[in-house]
């Protein structure tokens, strides 16, 4: 599945597409053990203006998403599971004004609940439109590890945290991500 931009549709500014663009992915349940490491990767996204592309389903992915918002200028897309409806236009007025918030769907606006299915087909085309992903945490035999082995993202960067539970993470072009120390931080491969 390599996306067709045309297919695709939006709200927002179109221009981050053209980012360096992170996918964030992480397991609706995980270990509390990795929030304050996804914490400081969220801050480290921000200070650097990186763009962060998710679906901001789960309860840690909408924690960051509400952080990422604070900062006026973060570049942020955001991959719906259903059509775009009239209200997020609304909601989300300031964000789209200010050209920092895109929202990106496959999904016409009469389809307003999302299913597996849909999940699973916004979860493609977030990786796909992102140059590499961050999974701090991947439940085993979940949605998030048919994603990271789909050819979409399988020869992607992936960066992670280096906990037990992410085993399956382990791939040729994972990273782990590594909390910035004194002298800065850094990535260490595996």
Same mark, same amino acid.
């Given at each position: ?75 942020? &897309?955001? +991959? ?5 409806? *009239? ?11 200010? @050209? #920092? ?61 280096? &906990?037990? +539970? ?5 791939? *040729? ?11 800065? @931080? #850094?990535?260490?491969?595996?």
């Amino acid at each position: 599945m390599i996306t067709q931009l045309e297919e695709v549709r939006t709200l927002g500014n179109t221009a981050l597409l053209r980012l360096p663009k992170t996918a964030f992915f992480c397991s609706r349940d995980y270990p509390p053990g990795i929030e304050h490491a996804t914490y400081v990767w969220a801050m480290e996204q921000r200070q650097l203006g990186r763009c962060v592309a998710s679906g901001f389903h789960s309860r840690l992915e909408q924690a960051v998403f509400r952080f990422l918002r604070q900062d006026l200028q973060q570049p942020i &897309i955001y +991959g719906l599971g259903r059509g775009i409806q *009239p209200s997020v236009a609304f909601e989300y007025e300031r964000d789209i004004r200010l @050209g #920092h918030l895109l929202f990106i769907s496959h999904f016409e606006p009469e389809q307003t609940t999302i299913s597996q299915e849909t999940a699973d087909i916004r979860n493609l085309l977030l990786a796909d439109v992102s140059d590499q992903l961050f999974i701090p945490y991947m439940q085993p035999g979940g949605n998030l590890e048919r994603l990271v082995h789909h050819a979409v993202a399988r020869h992607k960067p992936l960066l992670t945290l280096n &906990i037990a +539970g992410n085993a399956a993470l382990k791939r *040729p072009h994972r990273q782990l991500y590594q909390l910035p120390g004194l002298l800065g @931080g #850094h990535r260490a491969n595996l």
